[in-house]
């Protein structure tokens, strides 16, 4: 090796010759678009899950003119189960940036690139260095992890002075020459050989001189987020659907938790089902139905939403009984969580340990699958209160939702009806997929 390698790039770019991973797809064609995309989507997310997504993503915009020029929707709808949605939504709007700004071609410059939604200095760098070769350092979470080990760095590395020691060796170790294979090589280490538990020391070509190593101490290394409480919050589905199994999906607001993602709306855990279904939508329950709790996890919160089944009638009030059913009333009711510690309505009667809670003036219609159903009495909208509009006024979009008009709708946001099986190829929230696709097998 010439002056041109550092001591480490030398043997990590000798070592990947033999042993690195050479046939991932986005390392055919390594275009910075391609490139781009696959180190977007390897945020956070392992390879193995990352192939199918990245290839179906090529398919449907094999350039950056296709992803620009595509509606949110699609790329949220491919994106669906990929998590982090802020980065799909980036990608979007990044790439009619570039279109718009930069003719379509990807910078070739750092800080153009920095200067692009969803890109930092790090992956900037990766498209620069896998695509042109040119030399800028990465600083992923896996380079962190062979830096710290190697060279025994304490702190966690998302510590500002941590990470800059952390960039000026990802600095000095980079190649003048081979920087793509180094840049791959690198990586490839950290995701196959330093893993974060067990590393595979003995079959490492830094192993002579790394300070972890020696220490004996690879778990050590990168010191962990120190610790602290991840806040709770919870909160109350919605999920309406009309006698024909359609469901009512509402867009989320573009930032915050499932941005731009279609969501059952929500409402306070705690919330009188009835009169929110009344006051936002102008519709009124027949019967509401208290699915499983899902416990959701994200970075900085958990989430534990409560999913509420709300069947809502044609206008006369009723609807059609199953076989040996009772024909039942519209209205909202009381509803019992399975665990018998969720309450719905502020109409409810208390219900003794163990016995469903009971609206005054309805009774218990089912008990299936550890729900507890509810219908009550019909109510009659008193004055100025919000109805639902004509059902025969229904039209269909061009991706086959069924826009209603929900003349009554109170608060702003998008709301669509979406027929059994359509809701499936828009963006959705991943618990939001988990309820439809339950509800499409227990139906
Ligand atoms: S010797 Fe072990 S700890 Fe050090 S860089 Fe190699 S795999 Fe990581």
Redesign the pocket.
């Known amino acids: 090796m010439s002056d041109a390698f550092t001591p480490i790039a030398g043997r990590l770019i000798r070592w990947y010759a033999r042993h690195g991973r050479k046939n991932l797809p986005w390392q055919r064609d390594p275009t910075p678009y391609r490139v781009w995309v696959s180190e977007i989507m390897l945020q956070q997310t392992q390879v193995s899950v990352v192939i199918g997504y990245y290839e179906r993503f090529m398919t449907r915009f094999p350039d950056l003119a296709a992803l620009a020029d595509a509606p949110l929707d699609d790329v949220l709808g491919l994106w669906t189960g990929l998590g982090y949605y802020s980065r799909a939504r980036n990608l979007h709007r990044a790439a009619a940036v570039v279109r718009d700004r930069h003719g379509g071609a990807m910078p070739r410059g750092l800080d153009a690139l920095v200067a692009l939604p969803g890109i930092g200095r790090s992956t900037a760098g990766a498209i620069l260095a896998l695509s042109h070769g040119d030399r800028h350092p990465i600083l992923d979470g896996n380079v962190k992890r062979?830096l710290c080990?190697?060279h025994g760095v304490g702190g966690w590395p998302g510590e500002g002075r941590v990470e800059r020691t952390l960039w000026t060796l990802a600095e000095r170790h980079t190649p003048r020459e081979q920087v793509a294979v180094y840049t791959q090589a690198i990586m490839d280490?950290g995701a196959t050989?330093?893993v974060r538990l067990r590393?595979?020391?003995a079959m490492?070509p830094?192993?002579a001189d790394?300070a972890?190593?020696r220490e004996g101490a690879?778990a050590k290394y990168p010191a962990p987020r120190p610790r602290r409480e991840t806040p709770h919050r919870e909160t109350a589905f919605l999920m309406l659907r009309d006698p024909g199994g359609a469901l009512l999906l509402e867009r989320r607001p573009p930032v915050g938790i499932w941005g731009g993602l279609w969501c059952f709306p929500e409402c306070e855990p705690d919330a009188d089902v009835e009169a929110v279904c009344r006051s936002r939508f102008g519709v009124r329950p027949a019967t509401t139905t208290a699915l499983a709790p899902i416990a959701h996890g994200f970075t900085h919160f958990k989430l534990d939403v409560y999913p509420i089944l709300v069947e809502v009638d044609d206008d006369d009030g009723s609807t059609a009984a199953g076989p040996g059913e009772p024909r039942r009333h519209s209205s909202g009711a009381a509803v019992a969580g399975s665990d018998g510690s969720r309450r719905y309505s502020s109409g409810a009667a208390a219900a003794g340990p163990g016995e469903p809670r009971r609206h005054s003036s309805g009774a218990v219609v089912a008990d299936s699958d550890g729900s507890r159903r509810y219908s009550s009495g019909a109510a009659a909208a008193g004055p100025g209160e919000l109805r639902r509009s004509s059902p025969g006024a229904a039209a269909t979009g061009s991706d086959g939702s069924r826009n209603r008009p929900l003349s009554a709708v109170a608060d702003s946001g998008e709301l669509r009806w979406y027929p059994p099986g359509a809701a499936a190829s828009v963006g959705l929230a991943a618990p939001v997929k988990r309820l439809i696709e339950q509800l499409a097998r227990d139906r």
């Open positions: 062979v080990r190697y280490l050989l330093c590393p595979l020391c490492c830094l192993e790394c972890a190593r690879q």
